[in-house]
Structure formats: C-alpha cells, structure tokens
C-alpha cells in the first residue's frame, strides 16, 4: 500500500494544506523504506494464499510511492535525498518494461514469469506509469478486454491461468476493476465505448445505488457492501467520463 499511502499524501499536499515537519519526516522514512524493499517477494493486491512472487501491481505502487515523494519534495522544497529516490524510481521504471513485458504475449503480466493477465494493470495508466494511449498499455487493455471482460464486468484474473490463488470455485467480477477499466478506455480515447459500460454498470447498483466488493456471473452482489474501493473507481471514472462528455478539454497536471 506504500504506493496508495503516498499518492494520498501528495494530492492533501496539493489541494490543501502544506505538510508539517513532522509528517515529512515520517512520510521520508516511508519513500526511504521502499528504497530497500521494492525488489522483494509478496503476496499483491488480491492477498494470493500461494506462493510469493514479483507482482507487477506491487512494482508499480513502489514506483508511485518514489515519484510523489519527489514530486512533493520538490513542489514544497523540503529536504529530501532526491539522488537515491530518483535512482530507485529509475530502476524500478525499468525493471516493470523490462521484466512484466512479455513480447511473444503482447501484453504486461501479473507477476515475473507468468503470462496471467491481472486486473490491477488497470492502475498503469491511472496513476499516470504510462501513457494512456502508449502502444504497448492499448495492446494490454485489448487483451484484458477479451480475456477478463464479460457484460461490462471486470475480473481480477482467470483462475486457469493464475494458479497461485489457493482457493477452489468460481471467481467473481471485481467493481473497482469494472470501473478501472472504464476510465482506461476513456482515457485511450474511445468516449462513447466507455460511455455504454459505464451506463451498463450504473445498472448493476443495488436500489440505494451502492456497489459491494463483486459482482457474480448475473451482476448479482458479492461481498463486502458498500465497498468503499468500488465507490473510488467509480467516482473517478465518473469525473473523467464527464469531463470527456461535457467537451472541457482535459489538461496533464504534475
């Protein structure tokens, strides 16, 4: 979560008041801390009861955590050894290309030495690692659209191709990588597309408009309800679609 902590830290910075003494030096011993864990072995986002690996969402949190830290840093011109964050930024930049891109698949992957497609790729281009019209990302939103995309829902992964999930059944649809998703397309510049998904899931909300952590094969809720996750995706693919739809030309902010 270094990655999400970060992030958070850095937008209280730029849209409200300015970090105190001591909040930088708490939030420095965390960019310090990823510093020397980023390369090490974990369980991911979705908590996978198997074996450890190199998973690409936590790569790419690390990555974020480093690049608002120094962002920050910057913008408020505090004190910060930006050598050794700028070079682990770097070399985790070029660990994520070089090692969770698999040529011969045409996409990234969930973890070094998978082929899997995982649904929290979806975050590459929202937390602005990569274009959102880069190339390789669009090859990557194609293959999860055909593999992980069923009637506007989201799957985390396939359990036939993820075999480091511990656990037997079905797998569900996930409402934040629902939401995730539109935003990318959005994003990649197919407005109307993401407009129907986004109308479709809109149809998927209980009678109080909320949303649970999943959804099964009939759109049905799963899990923790309301969750929060789910409400965050879906607030910010709303903002970005209507921004989009409303014709306001959408400018990159540092």
């Not at 209280?12 to 390369?39: F, M, R």
């Not at 990555?63 to 070399?91: C, G, H, M, N, Y």
Request: charged letters at 20%; a negative charge.
């Amino acid at each position: 979560i270094y990655g999400e902590l970060m992030d958070a830290v850095y937008l209280v910075n730029k849209y409200g008041e300015a970090i105190s003494h001591q909040g930088w030096k708490h939030t420095v011993e965390v960019a310090d801390q990823v510093c020397e864990i980023w390369n090490t072995q974990d369980v991911g986002i979705w908590e996978m009861r198997g074996e450890q690996h190199h998973f690409l969402h936590s790569r790419l949190m690390c990555w974020v955590a480093l690049d608002r830290a120094i962002r920050l840093a910057s913008k408020r011109s505090l004190p910060a050894p930006f050598a050794r964050w700028d070079e682990t930024r770097q070399a985790i930049y070029a660990d994520i290309w070089s090692n969770f891109w698999n040529e011969e698949r045409g996409h990234f992957v969930q973890h070094i030495g998978s082929t899997a497609l995982d649904g929290s790729m979806l975050l590459m281009p929202l937390v602005r690692f990569v274009a959102a019209t880069d190339p390789r990302w669009l090859s990557t939103l194609e293959a999860i659209q055909k593999s992980l995309v069923r009637d506007g829902m989201v799957y985390r992964y396939r359990n036939d191709d993820s075999q480091i999930d511990g656990l037997q059944g079905t797998e569900g649809a996930f409402a934040a990588c629902s939401f995730w998703y539109v935003e990318c397309v959005a994003r990649a510049g197919q407005v109307e597309k993401a407009h129907l998904e986004f109308e479709q899931l809109l149809r998927y909300a209980n009678p109080l408009g909320l949303y649970a952590e999943e959804f099964d094969s009939q759109a049905r809720h799963l899990g923790n309800t309301p969750q929060a996750l789910s409400h965050l995706a879906l607030i910010s693919a709303a903002t970005f679609l209507d921004r989009k739809l409303s014709g306001e030309k959408t400018t990159w902010q540092p």
